[in-house]
T-cell receptor, first 113, second 113 residues
Framework: KAGVTQTPRYLIKTRGQQVTLSCSPI?????VSWYQQTPGQGLQFLFE???????NKGNFPGRFSGRQFSNSRSEMNVSTLELGDSALYLC????????????FGPGTRLTVT | QKEVEQDPGPLSVPEGAIVSLNCTYS??????FMWYRQYSRKGPELLMY????GNKEDGRFTAQVDKSSKYISLFIRDSQPSDSATYLC?????????????FGAGTQVVVTP
């Protein structure tokens, strides 16, 4: 069974631009969570989606948004990029909301210049 | 104070030794406990998943949870150089917030041949 896939793997953007990252969960998994990983703050929860609905949200500004499609694929969008948004963005999927292990993708490394 | 505390290391051990890792937490609502391994430039890989208190063993890995002390541990027996990685503890409260994992900072482990 294929794992969680994320595209693109690497991205370089300029301050003020916006970016969209994509995540395809493991086949059959319906829950997708997004995390930001930085050397200073570690792994921080962004949001969780299940059945196209946002179920939980972390403490990030409104510039960070996401959505989930009917096939469980998910996207996250960051608008008006800031230098501090440079990070590894990780997506994790699980079979159902509220139970089961979470499996992570390889991440998208975003660099903002 | 962070909800989950984890010594960042690095922790250096000789090949064949037992690696002992731990995390403490402050939120008594945490019920689900996980350990992830993350190699450089990769996404976290789930190693162990435990619900509530107790021990769980899987091959060379043993996870322990002591909810009364708010303390979790991971032991790696017969450590190998391939175990060199960053180990992250993660936890969540009730099933409604399952997707919202709280991570420790991660402990860097180096197993020397």
């Amino acid at each position: 069974k294929a794992g969680v896939t994320q595209t693109p793997r690497y991205l370089i953007k300029t301050r003020g631009q916006q970016v969209t990252l994509s995540c395809s969960p493991i086949s059959g998994h319906r829950s997708v969570s997004w995390y930001q990983q930085t050397p200073g703050q570690g792994l921080q929860f962004l949001f969780e989606y299940f059945s196209e609905t946002q179920r939980n949200k972390g403490n990030f500004p409104g510039r960070f948004s996401g959505r989930q499609f009917s096939n469980s694929r998910s996207e996250m969008n960051v608008s008006t990029l800031e230098l501090g948004d440079s990070a590894l963005y990780l997506c994790a999927s699980s079979a159902q909301q509220g139970a089961g292990e979470q499996y992570f993708g390889p991440g998208t490394r975003l660099t903002v210049t | 104070q962070k909800e989950v505390e984890q010594d960042p290391g690095p922790l250096s051990v000789p090949e064949g030794a037992i690696v002992s890792l731990n995390c403490t937490y402050s939120n008594s609502a945490f019920q689900y406990f996980m350990w992830y391994r993350q190699y450089s430039r990769k996404g976290p890989e789930l190693l162990m998943y435990t619900y509530s208190s107790g021990n769980k063993e899987d091959g060379r890995f043993t996870a322990q949870v002591d909810k009364s002390s708010k303390y979790i541990s991971l032991f790696i027996r017969d450590s190998q150089p391939s175990d060199s990685a960053t180990y992250l503890c993660a936890m969540s409260a009730n099933s409604d917030s399952w997707g919202k994992l709280q991570f420790g900072a991660g402990t860097q482990v180096v197993v020397t041949p």
